[in-house]
């Protein structure tokens, strides 16, 4: 973790921000979601445009991780609903701490926003990692990508008011549960992860 440094994402990192979630799903195991639901989930070229306005918008903060010039992972917090909308790593980087460290960074901007309860809209297979770092699991949610099903977790956190110098020490961090972990919720056209018709159930 040394080697990496954190910072406010500009509409510039929209197209590597937009690589860097396209590597993580098409890096999932086939057993967590089928190649049908990796294809209709995974971001097109197109979609620069929606991220670099996302990034510009005062709705949403997003925090981008950097090794040597190079952005290797991002998070962004949805501030309007409370909600992190994701936390991805190049899967290069995975189990380096990067995942946790973002999300100790969007949870201090939300603690700043005066957010007192975060969820999560959690893959399956990032349960597991957000339980680690402080989260539980509320409900089952099913979201519809372009008539395709895909099964994800809502989780929530409540925060604790804490000293900012202590949020971001992460030599301690288990970093068994940091491979691949990344949220999505893609349920809302014209934000971050605008997949044209997606419908979502509780479960």
Not at 84 to 109: C, F, M, Q, W
Not at 152 to 160: A, I, K, Q, T, Y
Not at 176 to 182: M, Q, S, V
């Amino acid at each position: 973790m040394s080697d990496v440094s954190f910072r406010r994402a500009s509409p510039a990192d929209a197209e590597e921000i937009l690589d860097i979630k396209r590597e993580a799903i098409e890096d999932l195991e086939h057993w967590q979601y089928s190649p049908e639901q990796v294809e209709v989930w995974k971001p097109k070229d197109d979609y620069v445009g929606t991220f670099e306005q996302a990034i510009d918008d005062d709705q949403f903060v997003v925090h981008v991780a950097e090794v040597a010039g190079e952005i290797v992972g991002y998070g962004a917090l949805n501030v309007p609903d409370e909600r992190i909308d994701a936390v991805y790593v190049r899967p290069n980087y995975h189990g380096e701490g990067i995942a946790t460290a973002l999300v100790k960074h969007l949870e201090l901007s939300a603690e700043f926003q005066g957010i007192v309860e975060l969820d999560i809209i959690a893959a399956q297979n990032a349960v597991t990692f957000y339980q680690s770092v402080g989260y539980w699991q509320l409900e089952d949610e099913v979201a519809t990508i372009e008539d395709v099903d895909l099964d994800f977790v809502r989780m929530r956190r409540r925060l604790e008011p804490s000293d900012p110098d202590e949020w971001f020490e992460t030599e301690d961090v288990d970093d068994e549960y940091d491979e691949g972990a990344w949220a999505d919720h893609p349920t809302s056209p014209g934000e971050w992860f605008d997949t044209g018709e997606v419908d979502v159930e509780h479960d």
